[in-house]
């Protein structure tokens, strides 16, 4: 850690009230970073606000809300340095044939669309500037098709493509764009079975094949430093952070 690597450096954190999301937003402020703290739950933000104080500005509400994109563009200011678009949810481990729409719905507003949006957004700044950084959370999920279900395998897939799209259209432009693939991360997000074939037939594959469970602060070391210029060179990376399960 530096306590200056992102100095004067303001940097957009959703996800910020808990789990990787909090561990980013701590990490960053520790060194020297403005923090834009962005969270559904805002009695988690209150917590957040009260540990990192003037080094954090918070926002609530949910990004599928353009509303609340357009309050953390407000928020940022003129000028952006960072994104970590660190906030998702899970499915339950629907199979293709058990999904309902409301959930296929929902994960791809949450986990695609609003990355999407709130990308596009900080695009702006970034490019009038001439330089930035963009981290997306992704997931094991994108890289195989047995850790999760549908919906969710799918959402991740797509941030891959995000991540790639992005990096080859604007890194000339001196933005970055890079993804992280967690496995197993302790934060509070909930991934029940609710599909039956699903606990059959991913069910044995996690218990044989599952790393140990991470924490959220080793997920917040790399994306501090992919956000950071000590990842100068590095663009369109989909960096595996996950207790080696990419290499089974």
């Known amino acids: 850690m530096s306590e200056s690597r992102f100095e004067a450096r303001t940097v957009v954190v959703t996800g910020a009230g808990s789990g990787i999301g909090h561990a980013t937003a701590v990490r960053l402020a520790d060194e020297g970073a403005h923090v834009v703290a962005v969270d ?31 309050q953390v563009l407000a928020a940022a200011g003129d000028r952006i340095d960072g994104l970590a678009n660190i ?24 986990n695609v ?29 994108g890289l195989r098709g047995s850790a999760a279900g549908t919906p969710y395998t799918v959402s991740k897939h797509a941030v891959n493509g995000l991540t790639l799209s992005t990096a080859f259209s604007y890194t000339p432009k001196g933005i970055r764009c890079n993804a992280v693939a967690p496995g197993p991360v302790a934060t509070n997000i909930e991934a029940p079975f609710r599909s039956e074939w699903a606990q059959e037939r991913i069910g044995p594959i996690l218990q044989t094949n599952l790393p140990g469970v991470a924490q959220p602060e080793a997920l917040a070391a790399a994306i501090t430093w992919l956000l950071s210029d000590d990842a100068a060179d590095v663009s369109g990376a989909i960096l595996p952070v996950d207790g080696g399960w990419a290499a089974i």
């Open 40 to 70: 559904v739950s805002r009695a988690r933000l209150r917590a957040v606000e009260a540990e990192l104080g003037d080094r954090v500005v918070a926002v609530d509400g949910d990004l599928v809300d353009d509303l609340t994109i357009d």
């Open 113 to 141: 669309t609003a990355m999407m949006k709130l990308t596009r957004g900080v695009l702006s700044p970034m490019l009038a500037h001439g330089k930035g950084a963009i981290v997306n959370v992704g997931s094991e999920a």
């Open 87 to 110: 906030a998702g949810i899970m499915d339950g481990f629907e199979p293709t044939a058990e999904i309902t729409d409301d959930t296929w719905d929902r994960v791809i507003a949450v």
